[in-house]
């Protein structure tokens, strides 16, 4: 998610922030094998690749990035 996002859908530990320079609105899912890649504007498409080595990658490239960004930070109600 972008650095100035203060809504989470989900609990706070399932996020990473990054620069607006890096974020995509595009979405990319890695489920076994399978490489989804999204995008919903203009029209929807979505490809799905299911070839456990473009999965890989992928998933290198998401915990490469994971280990150099951190949670976001919150302010609690005083």
Excluded at 56 to 77: G, H
């Amino acid at each position: 998610m972008r650095n100035s996002e203060t809504v989470f859908v989900a609990p706070i530990e399932y996020y990473h922030t990054i620069s607006e320079e890096y974020f995509s609105e595009n979405q990319l899912y890695i489920f076994g094998p399978k490489l989804a890649l999204l995008t919903r504007a203009p029209a929807a498409k979505i490809i799905v690749i299911n070839d456990e080595r473009f999965t890989d990658c992928v998933r290198k490239l998401f915990n490469y990035v994971w280990e150099r960004t951190s949670r976001p930070i919150t302010q609690k109600a005083s």
